[in-house]
């Protein structure tokens, strides 16, 4: 009898030992993907196409998960800020075995939590556990070999135990499961090849609808005048056709309101409003009264967008001449409204450090304002990416030391335009 107490005592040492191991490893990058794995099927936004309400609220979250994860593997990352987000997950299917398959896309609930954890694996755990969402395969994940920072040395060595181990404990073999999804990972040939039929005849169902959004983008641009429509998100060509037709709807009703709007850019995004690149923006969650009220402010708008243009000039002047540009690709998604308060506040702070910079000393330079960054940097197209919060001596100093390499980008990024642009000429030539 005592001889089979030691024997269940040393198995349990043993599975509170692996258990402290698991603990005291990090999660890699790609451990991470794979533990969320559950997780994305049940909220990615492609599966709420119906919804648009809940997949834009997805769409968000997601990136905000994104960056907070991605903030976590930084090495020497120490400034993290409790991050609230909130999800639409997909209900399970009772009976199903397979992860993707075993959600309904009948019914979602709307789950709210809270991030404040500092490390990879109390994350997964967290957001698991918040969704409702199995843990198990935590333990049979590949995790680095990268100890914690308390956990003792003797922790350090490596473990492998005997298969009896695992067929009597009932754990799962790592080395095994590694083996099988080494057997079975998908590739992206192999992929291509699985759904290459299948997205053949996708196309075809699509096309239809295709050439309705393009006739009716078209027949919208030569009626307003547009310089051209757009979507800042990567809707359904259905939805797409949706919010045209809601357009043309009001184009009808209130012809005398979109007067307003030739020439210009129309975007369809989700706040209503005009952007800082001064293209008009129609929120798809709101209602024709609401786009009315934009189309009637847009000679206010365009009011705004002289003085933003005036504060640019003067914040060029105590500068140097180094231009003032806003970067619509490389830059978030801001209102002519939010990008003004940016340039004022940055105008504010200069004009009361008055920094000596000589008169037109920087022409031909180019600087975009960034509020999400702390320290400046020099982009490889040639610009300047300033922070609003940039001390104005420092400041001073990175653009000095930065300006010729700033030179040398920017001729640089014009040689390669050009070459392309010749490239595109001569192509054209040939085809005559």
Not at 152 to 180: A, C, H, M, V
Not at 272 to 284: D, E, F, P, Q
Request: hydrophobic share 35%; proline share 4%; with cysteine.
């Amino acid at each position: 009898m005592f001889c089979c107490l030691r024997v269940v005592r040393r198995l349990c040492l043993e599975k509170i030992l692996l258990q402290c191991i698991i603990q005291s490893r990090t999660l890699s990058g790609a451990d991470v993907i794979h533990a969320l794995k559950p997780f994305y099927f049940a909220v990615h936004p492609d599966f709420f196409g119906q919804h648009p309400k809940e997949r834009a609220v997805n769409e968000n979250s997601l990136k905000r998960l994104n960056g907070y994860l991605e903030n976590l593997q930084k090495p020497g990352f120490h400034s993290f800020k409790p991050t609230q987000l909130t999800f639409y997950v997909r209900e399970r299917e009772p009976n199903s075995s397979n992860v993707q398959e075993s959600f309904s896309t009948s019914g979602f609930r709307a789950v709210s939590f809270t991030l404040h954890t500092r490390d990879l694996l109390s994350t997964v755990l967290d957001i698991l556990n918040s969704c409702s969402l199995s843990t198990e395969h935590i333990q049979s994940l590949s995790v680095n070999s990268q100890p914690h920072k308390e956990a003792k040395s003797t922790l350090n060595r490596p473990i492998k135990w005997d298969k009896t181990y695992y067929s009597f404990t009932g754990f799962k073999d790592p080395e095994e499961e590694l083996d099988q999804a080494q057997r079975v990972e998908t590739t992206l040939t192999s992929w291509l090849d699985d759904n290459e039929a299948s997205a053949v005849i996708k196309l075809k169902k699509s096309l239809p609808l295709r050439e309705e959004l393009e006739r009716l983008k078209f027949e919208l641009s030569h009626q307003l005048q547009l310089s051209d429509i757009r979507w800042q998100r990567s809707w359904g060509i259905a939805h797409r056709c949706s919010q045209l037709h809601s357009l043309g709807r009001l184009v009808q009703q209130r012809p005398e309101v979109l007067k307003n709007v030739k020439g210009r850019t129309l975007v369809f995004t989700d706040r209503s409003g005009m952007s800082a690149a001064g293209h008009v923006m129609l929120g798809t969650m709101d209602v024709h009264h609401h786009w009315t009220k934009i189309f009637e402010r847009l000679p206010n708008y365009y009011k705004l967008q002289e003085r933003l243009l005036f504060l640019e000039d003067r914040i060029s002047q105590l500068l140097g001449g180094i231009q003032v540009i806003y970067v619509e690709e490389l830059q978030p998604l801001l209102t002519l409204e939010e990008y003004y308060d940016t340039l004022d506040s940055f105008y504010n702070k200069l004009l009361d450090s008055r920094l000596p910079f000589h008169p037109q000393s920087l022409r031909g330079l180019q600087m975009i304002l960034e509020s999400d960054r702390y320290t400046p940097s020099l982009h490889e197209f040639g610009h300047f990416t300033i922070p609003t919060v940039c001390d104005p001596a420092t400041l001073q100093w990175f653009i000095i030391a930065k300006a010729q390499e700033a030179r040398e980008n920017l001729k640089r990024r014009e040689d390669s335009v050009k070459i392309h642009c010749l490239g595109r000429i001569h192509m054209g030539d040939g085809l005559w």
